[in-house]
């Protein structure tokens, strides 16, 4: 998504039907420094007024999310355009969560790796060294079950008998057992559990 050239469109859009921003902001409910927001590329309008929004300004909701007026004769060749660059931006997504997940997981492994290496080399044997050593692992479940949220909302296993793609909830997937990122998972389709492969698309 351009958010530059929707931006300009919007704007340009909303001058063509005498509207100033204040005036659309109140018919949509919102403030106009969003409305300012979205004319300087700086945000998207929300999905949930973009139908709204599009009335308003005598546009259609392609229109708005490719940023010019769509001309019938290319209306599916801009259509394709859109989806394309829709799916694109969910990719582009899924690896910035992707990353982060790994970057959580590697600096708690760190910061779990450090702790029991301080406990062991200087606590004193006994109790509050074995409660420091647990207090650590317990410490470090916050980081891998967040890990494991982030790792669920991004892509798909694929069941290895009939490939099919299961997106399990959060309960489902911890509840699974793992090897690095391949669960062993129930298919919906064909009813095998099989160790499933992660998939980011
Ligand atoms: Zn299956």
Excluded at 94 to 114: A, D, E, P, Q, R
Aim: proline fraction near 2%.
């Amino acid at each position: 998504m351009n958010q530059i050239k929707i931006g300009k469109f919007i704007a340009t859009c909303r001058k063509n039907q005498n509207l100033t921003q204040m005036q659309l902001a109140e018919k949509l409910n919102i403030t106009d420094r969003a409305v300012s927001k979205w004319e300087t590329g700086r945000a998207l309008p929300d999905s949930t007024i973009m139908i709204e929004l599009s009335n308003i300004l005598k546009i259609t909701v392609n229109e708005l999310l490719l940023g010019e007026k769509i001309i019938m004769d290319n209306a599916n060749q801009k259509n394709e355009q859109i989806i394309l660059e829709m799916a694109k931006e969910i990719e582009s997504k899924n690896k910035i969560v992707w990353t982060n997940m790994w970057i959580i997981m590697i600096i708690s492994m760190i910061g779990l790796i450090g702790s029991l290496f301080l406990v062991a080399f200087f606590m004193e044997e006994g109790i509050w060294q074995i409660v420091a050593i647990i207090g650590a692992g317990v410490i470090f479940l916050i980081p891998c079950f967040y890990a494991l949220k982030l790792e669920v909302s991004v892509g798909v296993y694929k069941c290895k008998k009939c490939d099919t793609e299961i997106v399990p909830t959060y309960k489902e997937a911890l509840n699974a057992m793992h090897m690095g990122f391949t669960r062993y998972l129930k298919c919906p389709k064909c009813g095998k559990r099989t160790w499933c492969k992660k998939v980011i698309k």
